[in-house]
């Protein structure tokens, strides 16, 4: 046995700065347990720990005490990396863990925890879900050997003796060894605090994404990620009382822990913020000690329901972000001159998930009984009664995946076949069913309500702000209506017959018939169809596609529609209609190439289909997230692979070998120069498709190089900027005769207009560009953000494919100020503008935001699918 610090001699790197001369609780410690030094080769806190050190660590805990410790894998990164969490606690607890988990499940269903006889509260404490966010990781690593070496320490014992602790140590640990990488390929004989150094200055993309740089802390509900989708399913599986999500925040930053800032999500209960305020007070006190600054309440949000904060608290859990100023690396030198090294943010998370433990474990009964009381009273009806009804006539294979996500959710949903009536309205094809009447209410409301009202108080108060020419206090999207974002028909009806439960592993109904005579239709109505297609071309099939409907054999085919005859395809469709059986597709025989209305195949409105080569832009000047989200958008749901090619040899680059050209949300002005600029108008114009997204289409409006005509608006109201930047010094005598006119005065009016926070927008189709084919139903709604807004382009420069709704009906869900919603008013979202033998496409705003849009996937299709056979 050895006398350690509890911080497990965490102190800052000696060759930059000196330690702090602060000690932590003292302890007796066995020498059983494996030091994280003994095991890996450094002592907590001297150096960033890898994904791999930091899995070895917990394998040889579970080797020293499997008694106590036991580790769990719970999902695989894209890149192959397991993702594990460890089950702290008392051998005699973990005798029965079985039987404890059993109760939790039974917790969630609103028993109440005195008629449990195995019962107890865990505390599930998340680390790393931003792979540059790195000290808590290793704060993870200190906690876990501090809870099962600590000899005779009271604290220690009431947390084993009482609880359950779950440690996830690294949620994407693709991010992590990316930062970890690149940061020691910069290491030399002392590491420096400078900012600028290369160490902490990290590379395209940065370690704070996954694989396909998605931020996985805004994917909790959208689960398009496998690490998110273990996680959830995790989460499931144990109930936590409480959950905490350990981050780091800019470097000069001190440390937040909640209560969290306004606004609160409205199905946040009072008695769910007064915990936030019990966790946060025992917090405060362990910081005083420390002798550690902090602040609460100021920033970070609880609104937005894809936080790992936010959709635990939805489900009844008390969840909590915490935030350590970031070394980003060994140490990061503040303004101030003053140090912050990598150990503090180590010491600093270890005692605030400490503390947490700490409080839940002394106050077991109180956590467990309001858990269990906030999904009682969910499934009593109390968050809201009524039947959410989705039309399954209407883009059904997003309807279908839809359900799946919701019930890997934990979320009863059912299937009603049809022809079916609900509502006060008939369902031809049948409808899904979603109760408010169950425990996991709240967070059903939050994601199928159409809107999530921002608190009253809040809005005005952001309204103040505005009119003091002050930014707005929003730190996330105001909407995020899962139905809308889908292209889906949700209603609310006071009741409604349910039906079939749908498990979230369930195949989707199969919707194929086998092969006519003729062959095979596939209506292009919704993502199931469109990923048909890629991979039917993707395996040699032959199809055409018409731009315009065609009705045959009693049945309508709606533009878009895509016909693989048995003549194009003389070794058969039989493995086409099985595989779409396999993906829940649709496909309807054709008998006969004859119709009654409508082109026949071999008219010009339709098209030989193959599959394109696509290349996107990748590297600096893309904005990390919108690269991500349109290439796993492309590949992973729509099936269509994308070589990424980097900015910065994109001139050299032989683009005639793709016949579409991405280009993401990002400024690419000083990535691309002028060389980069002009291979990519040359491409467009020697006949390949430019697909641009949101900012990028400004580096395209103007020069020798333009792509588009479009012009972009500024404020509403401004005027453009002058040429002539030089000031005059000397103007009018002019009076200002009140505090309005002196803010017009001093007000700069060739700016752009205020942030969007993020709203979904209605919109209207042109229905005569094969590029809106698949909308002629229900035009899509839209999501908007940012401060870009362009002027439609004039008829005789290119199309409008789709434009913003007019003012009165434009604001489907969310908040939008009143100038930005009249000033976006019949503004383009999708345009096409021919260029020479190629053809421009630009989305003013990101159609693949978070991957979660999938009601805008035929959109992306017909640019990135069809367009380069409208074009040869």
Known sequence: MIRLLAALLLSAVVLVAPARAQSMLEGTFSQDIPTLEQVVGHASGTRISSPEQALSYFEALVEAAPDRFRLVEYATSWEGRPLVYAVVTSAQNMARIEAVQADLQQLANGTAPGQLANILPVTWLSYGVHGDEISSTDAALVLAYHLLASEGDPLVDRIMANSVVIIDPSQNPDGRARFVHGYRQTLGITPFADRYTAGPDQPWPGGRFNHYLFDLNRDWFALTQPETRGKVAAVQAWQPVVLVDAHEMGGDETYFFPPSADPFNPHITTGQRQKQVLLGRNIAAWMDRAGQPYFTREVFDAFYPGYGDTWPTLNGSIAMTFEQGSARGDVWERPDGTLNAYADGVRNHFLTTLATAQTV????????????????????????????????????????????????????????????????????????????????????????????????????????????????????????????????????????????????????????????????????????????????????????????????????????????????????????????????????????????????????????????????????????????????????????????????????????????????????????????????????????????????????????????????????????????????????????????????????????????????????????????????????????????????????????????????????????????????????????????????????????????????????????????????
């Open 361 to 872: 474990a002394e106050n077991a009964d109180l956590f467990l009984g309001d858990y269990a009381a906030y999904r009682r009273s969910a499934a009593a009806g109390q968050a809201g009664s009524g039947t959410y009804v989705i039309d399954l006539g209407q883009r059904r294979w997003n309807a279908e995946q839809l359900a799946r996500r919701l019930a890997f959710q934990a979320i009863v949903v059912s299937r009603v076949e049809g022809p079916a009536n609900a509502c006060g309205r008939p369902y031809p094809q049948g409808y899904l069913a979603v109760s408010r009447s169950q425990p996991a209410a709240r967070l059903i409301r939050s994601l199928l309500d159409i809107n999530t009202e921002l608190p009253a108080d809040f809005v005005a108060a952001q309204e103040a702000r505005r009119n003091a020419d002050l930014p707005h206090e929003l730190y996330d999207t105001t909407a995020w209506s899962v139905g809308l974002m889908s292209g889906l028909d949700v209603s609310l009806c006071a009741s409604a017959a349910t039906g079939t439960a749908i498990t979230a592993e369930a195949p989707l109904p199969s919707r194929a018939q086998d092969p006519g005579a003729f062959g095979l239709a596939v209506r292009w109505t919704d993502s199931g169809q469109v990923r048909l297609v890629a991979d039917a071309l993707r395996e040699g099939f032959t199809g055409r596609s018409t731009d315009t409907a065609f009705t045959t054999g009693g049945q309508e085919f709606p533009r878009g529609t895509v016909v693989f005859s048995r003549a194009d395809n003389p070794e058969g469709l039989e493995a086409l209609a099985a595989h779409a059986r396999s993906l829940g597709a649709e496909t309807v025989a054709l008998e006969s190439g004859w119709v009654d209305r409508g082109p026949n195949l071999g008219s010009d409105k339709f098209v030989r289909l193959a599959m394109p080569r696509v290349a996107m832009l990748w590297d600096d000047g893309a904005t990390p997230t919108a690269a991500g989200s349109l290439r796993y958008t492309l590949e992973q749901r729509l099936g269509i692979p994308v070589a990424p090619i980097r900015t910065g040899t994109i001139a050299s680059a032989d683009l005639s070998r793709y016949q579409v050209l991405l280009v993401p949300e990002g400024s690419y002005a000083g990535e691309l120069g002028s060389a980069g600029t002009a291979a990519i108008a040359n491409y467009a114009r020697g006949g390949g498709v430019v697909v641009m997204m949101g900012e990028a289409i400004t580096g395209f409006t103007s020069g020798d190089d333009a792509l588009f005509t479009l012009a972009r608006e500024t404020v509403l109201g401004g005027e453009p900027g002058s040429d002539d930047d030089e000031r005059k010094s000397v103007v009018a005598g002019q009076a200002i005769a009140d505090a309005d006119a002196y803010r017009a005065a001093i007000a700069d009016n060739t700016r752009r207009p205020d942030t969007l926070p993020g709203a979904l927008l209605n919109t209207a189709v042109d229905e005569n560009v094969f590029l809106s084919a698949g909308y002629d139903d229900a035009a899509p709604v839209v999501f908007a953000a940012g401060d870009l807004v362009f002027a439609p382009l004039g008829r005789a420069e290119g199309m409008n494919v789709v434009r913003f709704a007019d003012a009165d009906s434009l604001l489907a869900s969310g908040y939008m100020w009143d100038e930005n919603r009249r000033q976006m008013a019949f503004k383009p979202f999708m345009v096409a503008q021919p260029v020479e033998g190629g053809l421009a496409i630009g989305f003013t705003h990101d159609p693949t935001v978070r991957g979660y849009l999938d009601g805008l996937d035929l959109l992306l299709a017909n640019a990135v699918l069809v367009a380069p056979a409208r074009i040869r």
